[in-house]
């Protein structure tokens, strides 16, 4: 399970890890300097508590990956966290401001943007509209400046250079005039990250992006992840395999349970006894991971999908 | 047998008034459905206000019919706010519960004998009801070609009937080609994912729901101003399923679609009827009496549509590719 992650690690990945690296290993600890602070969120489905998080801060600018077995509750904290769920309790502030019961709308406008664990690619769109419908603040999207369409035609031209930028770098750009349910899963995946950067997000929240894509794309989007760390955007992701957390997470909280049992930099939080136990019950002869193998980091991003 | 009269009598309906209230209808459910993917199935509700507002402000009250017109879309929104507030924020399903049970609610409020005064009951009301509008008739006489026949009343409604469909898809094509057309065909396709995008969801489908409801409300209004009579059991569920079987069968979130649609259901509808009426009298069918024609027409064009929708499912003008696709 050796993998050398300093060696593609940028500044800003550098600058986060070295900002994290004196927040105390344990559930709940302070960040130096929070985008995301959560407090006492529950969320229950009749008798059973799916989510029940004290409190938990995410650092600004970092990678930070919310992992824990099948049925831990991530995905259902995720939804609560994006207003697509509401809790029975709890509140949590983003950038500082209290958000609990902000419509999920409301929430992506101010730069906190989702993708699901189900891609939601709209397949009978085009890869390029689909990208389109990703940009902020349209004219055109207003009902009475949607007749005129010189009103908006010069931002409209402008989002779609962005948005050929953005499936260029996500090898998408030769698809741009294909329905999105023409595409591969893998891609779908891709394309939902890219439609997510269209808007600049200050906090990009990704359900498990590696699910059920084949491991040569796993590598390159796991390099686009640590590329929109570089951009000054702070990444949140589910994922529940313990080494594709470990290639790229800056910090590592763990769920069980719906509760935060552990918290820290990969390395640390794999060790943690309480995370074994929570992973592997009592068979701990197994490998952490959902293969038995360790990956290796890809020196190829680009070459290695299509 | 004379073909000519029958392909005359087609032709007729095809481009006659009825097939301009329905393509109004359908204009207007294409962007609700089509395009949106709202549910509704109550779109006759949004004809019958249409209509019955002319009927009231013009009989009724006695006032000007260049009153009713803005009343009768006014009606229609105010429609479309009661049935989208508590049903758009639910599953798509609600909204069609709800708009096939409000279309014949309010079907069943306007012949209702409480209300006779106002709507007049099961005669609903009748009059000079489009009066002000005929005057207006530039034409001299009564429309006669070969294959084209209309009452120089019918004409004029024809015409403007026409002119309308043409600005209304003008607008819609406006529309939907605009970044809101892309945020409304994204709802259809996902809301979820267009609300993690950051747009108001409900805003935009209760924007879809008013327009639509309001082009449907045209169809209404041309309906009181050329027959000059509401009636009220004329506005049944099944003005809403024709709709929707001109709309499938031009092709749905196509602008050429209701159009196309609305031409080809009432010539097939007319011929078929006509043709059988023919054959009965030239005694070539024995087993069928003129009165079996007006439902048989409907199960000769109702197969006819079912083998459309086997061979040709997106409909005249859809794209086969489209539906390759796994929806969502």
Redesign the interface.
Same mark, same amino acid.
């Given at each position: 399970m050796a993998v050398d992650t300093h060696s593609t690690l940028g500044p800003r990945g550098q600058a986060s890890q070295a900002a994290l690296s004196n927040v105390p290993n344990v559930p709940g600890s302070a960040k130096p300097d929070p985008i995301l602070d959560v407090h006492s969120v529950k969320r229950s489905f009749g008798g059973l508590t799916a989510v029940d998080v004290e409190q938990v801060q995410v650092q600004r600018g970092a990678i930070t990956a919310l992992i824990g077995p099948n049925g831990a509750g991530k995905t259902t904290f995720f939804n609560l966290l *994006?207003g !697509?769920d509401a809790p029975d309790t709890g509140e949590w502030t983003f950038n500082g401001q209290q958000v609990a019961g902000t419509?999920?709308?409301?929430l992506?406008?101010r730069g906190m943007?989702? *993708?699901?664990q189900l891609t939601?690619?709209? %397949?009978? +769109?085009t890869v390029m509209?689909?990208m +389109?419908? @990703?940009a902020?603040g349209? *004219? @055109?999207?207003?009902?009475y400046?949607? !007749?005129f369409?010189f009103l908006?035609s010069k931002q409209?031209r402008a989002n779609r250079e962005r948005a050929m930028e953005l499936l260029s770098r996500f090898n998408l750009a030769e698809k741009s005039v294909d !329905?999105a @349910? %023409?595409l591969s899963g893998g891609q779908r995946k891709l394309l939902e990250m890219a439609?997510?950067l269209?808007?600049d997000p200050e906090l990009i929240m990704l359900d498990e992006p590696m699910a059920g894509v084949n491991p040569a794309l796993t590598q390159s989007l796991l390099h686009h992840i640590k590329d929109i760390r570089e951009e000054g955007t702070t990444v949140l992701f589910v994922e529940h395999d313990m080494d594709m957390v470990h290639d790229i997470g800056d910090w590592v909280i763990v769920m069980a349970m719906g509760q935060i049992i552990a918290e820290g930099p990969p390395g640390a939080v794999m060790k943690d006894q309480n995370v074994i136990d929570a992973y592997l019950g009592t068979h701990h002869d197994k490998e952490l991971t959902d293969s038995g193998k360790s990956l290796t980091v890809d020196s190829d991003p680009e070459g290695t999908h299509s | 047998m004379d073909i000519g009269f029958v392909l005359a009598q087609s032709i007729t309906q095809a481009l006659g008034v009825t097939a301009i209230i329905y393509c109004l209808a359908a204009i207007g459910l294409n962007i609700q459905f089509g395009y949106t993917g709202l549910l509704n199935f109550g779109q006759v509700a949004f004809v019958t206000v249409g209509a019955y507002s002319i009927g009231v402000v013009v009989v009724t009250m006695g006032l000007s019919l260049w009153l009713a017109i803005p009343v009768a879309l006014l009606a229609s929104v105010v429609l479309a706010l009661i049935l989208g507030i508590p049903t758009l924020r639910l599953r798509a399903d609600y909204l069609a519960i709800v708009t096939i049970a409000a279309s014949e609610l309010l079907r069943l409020v306007v012949r209702s004998i409480a209300l006779r005064d106002i709507f007049g009951g099961v005669n609903g009301i009748n009059g000079k009801i489009g009066a002000q509008f005929h005057a207006l008739n530039p034409l001299p006489e009564d429309f006669v070609t070969p294959y084209l026949t209309f009452s120089r009343q019918d004409a004029w409604v024809v015409f403007v009937g026409w002119v309308l469909i043409a600005i209304v898809s003008f607008g819609v094509w406006l529309l939907v080609r605009s970044p809101w057309g892309r945020v409304v065909r994204g709802i259809r396709e996902d809301e979820y994912a267009v609300v993690s995008l950051g747009k108001n969801v409900f805003v935009y489908k209760m924007q879809a729901l008013i327009l639509g409801g309001m082009v449907g409300a045209l169809g209404g209004i041309i309906w009181a101003i050329a027959k000059q009579s509401v009636q009220p059991d004329t506005f049944v569920p099944d003005v809403t399923f024709f709709t929707y079987t001109i709309l499938l069968l031009g092709g749905a979130a196509r602008i050429f679609g209701p159009i196309v649609g609305a031409i080809l259901f009432w010539f097939l509808l007319a011929g078929v009827g006509e043709f059988l009426s023919q054959a009965i009298q030239a005694g070539w069918i024995d087993f069928l009496k003129p009165t079996d024609v007006g439902p048989i027409r409907f199960i000769l064009v109702g197969m006819g549509l079912m083998s459309l929708m086997i061979f040709r499912p997106q409909g005249i003008f859809g794209d086969k590719r489209e539906l390759a696709l796994d929806g969502r």
């Open positions: *994006t !697509f419509a999920p709308y409301k992506a406008r943007v989702r *993708t699901f939601k690619a709209l %397949s009978r +769109l509209d689909n +389109l419908l @990703g902020k349209q *004219t @055109g999207e207003h009902i400046a949607a !007749f369409p908006w409209e !329905f @349910g %023409s439609r997510a269209m808007s | -």
